[in-house]
């Protein structure tokens, strides 16, 4: 067990709706990161957010939004989905953003649109 | 454009040999590496990993060795177990220009499988 917990597991929505996935860090850590993983794509950096504040950012699509809050749980707003928005949503945490803090994920959230 | 790969999609051992797992990266800019074993239905579990100022990490039954003039890395296990068997991922990250060590670059992952 990591300690990131997402919620919920499995999602499945209709094109066009808007679904908010949600994410707990592990006890401690500051930072959290959203992961996408694709059958074509593999494991693909969204974005990090590190005490409340944006600290980078990947491919992440304009329709796509998150944040973190102040007791450091974060979420991630997806809307106007598409089919090609079906994916496994990783969320993971670390204590800092240095090279010495490891990422640890949490099991995923899979997000089927139909 | 592909910056971290695995080339091998797959690998089969048998218990108590060896494990070696390749990684290739083509960003000089990334310094520091990691390794991911993967459980179905669970996200990624942290292994070891290495920064670009060493050329080798040990943890237990696992080793990281790093060639920075090949931009190679590979993770042996030794000796390999049953419970061992997961997809394996190598990922790659930076600091340089403003980004983060968080943003790691992943590549596509090698399936080991290792016989009793």
């Known amino acids: 067990d990591s300690g990131v917990t997402q919620t919920p597991k499995h999602l499945i929505t209709a094109t066009g709706q808007r679904v908010t996935l949600r994410c707990s860090p592990r006890?401690?850590?500051?930072?959290v990161y959203w992961y996408q993983q694709s059958l074509d794509q593999g494991l693909q950096f969204l974005i990090q957010y590190y005490n409340g504040e944006e600290r980078a950012k990947g491919n992440i699509l304009e329709r796509f939004s998150a944040q973190q809050f102040p007791d450091l749980h974060s979420e991630l707003n997806l809307s106007s989905l598409e089919l090609g928005d079906s994916a496994l949503y990783f969320c993971?945490?670390?204590?800092?953003?240095?090279?010495?803090?490891?990422?640890?994920f949490g099991n995923g959230t899979r997000l089927t649109v139909t | 454009d592909q910056q971290v790969k695995q080339n091998s999609p797959s690998l089969s051992v048998q218990e108590g040999r060896i494990s070696i797992l390749n990684c290739d990266y083509t960003n000089s800019m990334f310094d520091y590496f990691l390794w991911y074993k993967k459980y179905p239905a669970e996200g990624p579990t942290f292994l070891i990993s290495?920064?670009?100022?060493?050329d080798k990490n040990e943890d237990g039954r696992f080793t990281v060795f790093l060639n920075k003039s090949a931009k190679h890395l590979s993770l042996h296990i030794v000796p390999s177990q049953p419970g061992d068997s997961a997809v394996y991922f190598c990922?790659?990250?930076?600091?340089?220009?403003?980004?983060?060590?968080?943003?790691?670059?992943f590549g596509q992952g090698t399936i080991l499988t290792v016989h009793p």
């Open positions: 290495i920064s670009s100022i060493k």
């Open positions: 006890s401690g850590d500051l930072s």
């Open positions: 990922a790659a990250s930076s600091n340089a220009g403003g980004t983060s060590y968080g943003k790691l670059t």
């Open positions: 993971a945490s670390s204590r800092g953003t240095g090279g010495n803090s490891p990422l640890h």
